[in-house]
């Protein structure tokens, strides 16, 4: 039975940490209590910390030696004025700065030492806590499953969301709801421009592509080209230019940091990014680093945020970690964070960012996995196949080309899926065919004229 703190013992510490909006560190508070003439061992006074906490009087915030203890009415209106967000000291320190004026802020340059000073393994953006923390709030399956196999139970959520939110931070008009239906069954929103949409499919496309190529993507040039190429399919002034590192110099508004210029350069601390991300060992660890060092570097003419955010999630994947989705982030404190990146190299205020957005996304897709069942694992197993033999069959029978799905299924199988297996591959994909309806032939990457075609020979 836990032991009862009175009264007496809690209010000396309550008072204390209201004389400090910005919150103390438990050290702080000893020294202080001790000045008082109040003195208590390490583990007395986190007890009385943590029922100030649970009986609401109190905030904590951060992890392990981060940690900071605040009063609530301070610690809360720091919060809803942060978009929710609590920031620490050094966060808010970045945020002040580059709050400035232009004109107050001295134009920089890009920073080869930010690159060549961090060692995998030995430097560590995100501390072992943190680290620790979001792994036990990410963590959703066994780690028996094949990766990918948690983004795939989640992913007709994870199309629409992350879509959604990525394209937001870069100023897209289009909602949650229209980009839903833009993306489930193919319909622009009225009133939105042929930019905005593309960009809403182009994430879809790339997301798709994280996930249908699980097994071969990574932090390496053929993968991140890729992405960029998909992100960046029919929005670029030079469409040669998708899928390639920039050679001519861009610049960033509203801000006085001057990326490089030299197109070997480039090229070289590009490889670098991905060889260092490559051999970190922690999957946050490496989704942060690549939130930060692809867009630092602009190796793309355009799309480089956008790039990072889907790359942020090559790790979280792979070790069948929840997806970062960037849901509900201020788009403000984002781009402040990344400023904070490109001027003074300062990690500080993106960390804050980037642990509140993770999780926000466990959050969220804890509440839509409760909704689903464990897995079948011969369909996740095939799932590609399934994909391809359900959307040729439709395909050629929308076309004239066939009268049969089941005869078109039976042929495609036979390069697709081993004998042993073949019989009940068969089976379910009948079944796909015959649960078809308007809200989920996109799973197929049918588009909307083929599953009309489809339905007009089928009603015949």
């Known amino acids: 039975m836990p032991k009862y703190i009175s009264e007496k013992d809690l209010y000396p510490i309550e008072t204390l940490l209201a004389d400090r909006p910005d919150g103390w560190r438990i050290g702080e508070i000893e020294k202080a209590l001790e000045s008082q003439g109040l003195s208590f061992n390490r583990r007395t006074l986190q007890r009385r910390l943590a029922q100030l906490e649970k009986a609401g009087r109190i905030l904590i915030a951060g992890v392990g030696r981060a940690t900071r203890y605040l009063p609530i009415l301070s610690a809360e209106k720091s919060a809803e004025a942060n978009g929710g967000i609590f920031l620490s000291v050094d966060a808010k320190e970045v945020k002040n700065r580059i709050s400035r004026p232009l004109s107050a802020r001295r134009p920089v340059s890009y920073q080869r030492e930010f690159i060549d000073s961090y060692q995998p393994n030995v430097t560590w953006y995100l501390p072992a806590a943190i680290r620790n923390h979001l792994m036990d709030k990410g963590r959703r399956i066994g780690i028996d499953y094949a990766a990918g196999t948690y983004i795939r139970q989640i992913l007709d959520r994870l199309l629409i969301d992350l879509s959604w939110a990525s394209s937001r931070l870069e100023g897209n ?18 009133g939105k421009t042929s930019f905005e949409t593309q960009m809403i499919l182009n994430h879809k496309a790339a997301i798709e592509f994280l996930v249908d190529a699980v097994d071969e993507i990574g932090f390496d040039r053929r993968t991140i080209l890729n992405l960029h190429a998909l992100l960046s399919d029919n929005l670029l002034g030079d469409p040669s230019a998708s899928g390639k590192l920039r050679a001519i110099p861009v610049g960033i508004g509203k801000s006085v940091y001057e990326p490089l210029a030299v197109p070997q350069l480039i090229d070289e601390i590009f490889h ?15 989704a942060f680093f690549v939130t930060i060092h692809l867009p630092y570097l602009q190796p793309f003419e355009d ?37 904070g990146v490109y001027e003074l190299n300062r990690i500080e205020l993106m960390k804050d960012v980037f642990v509140w957005t993770y999780e926000r996304s466990c959050d969220r897709y804890q509440v839509v996995r409760h909704t689903l069942g464990e897995p079948d694992t011969f369909r996740l197993r095939y799932r590609k196949a399934l994909i391809d033999c359900v959307g040729e069959a439709i395909r050629q029978v929308g076309r004239g080309n066939a009268i049969d799905t089941g005869e078109v299924l039976s042929h495609l199988a036979k390069d697709l899926v081993p004998e042993n297996d073949r019989e009940h591959f068969l089976k379910i994909s009948k079944e796909e065919i015959a649960a078809l309806h308007e809200g989920n032939y996109a799973r197929y990457r049918l588009r909307p004229g083929e599953f009309k075609d489809w339905q007009k020979r089928v009603a015949t």
């Open 173 to 190: 008009t289009y909602s949650l709801l229209e980009t839903e239906r833009l993306i489930a069954f193919g319909e622009a929103a009225p």
């Open 272 to 286: 670098q990014i991905l060889d260092t991300a490559a051999a970190i060992s922690d999957p946050f660890e490496q």
């Open 303 to 339: 799309v480089n945020k956008r790039v990072s955010r889907l790359a942020a999630n090559i790790p979280l994947i792979h070790h069948n970690l929840c997806p970062l989705s960037f849901m509900d982030v201020p788009e403000d404190l984002y781009i402040n964070g990344l400023l």
